[in-house]
């Protein structure tokens, strides 16, 4: 597995955690209001939270520097050989 692809595994449900310190969670304005959108947030010690909003306690946490080569591996291209489901 990739730097980028091992970096984003780290997955966890962050319940206990959100209700104890609340996230603010942002979406693109690109998102329409029917659409399943990404939301990301700013987690406790510098981490970066994602979420799905159709599925929004599957949450998936990693660094800013794990996110931003996995950013560039996907506009690399490093991902489209994966079959669609």
Known sequence: MSPATSSM??????DKEQHVNPVAWRQSSYCQESAS???VAEGEHNTILLRESEQP???LSTT???LRAFIRAVKAGRFDHFPES
């Open 64 to 66: 800013r520097a794990r």
């Open 9 to 14: 595994a780290s997955s966890r449900n962050c």
């Open 37 to 39: 959108c990404v939301n």
């Open 57 to 59: 306690d599957a949450i």
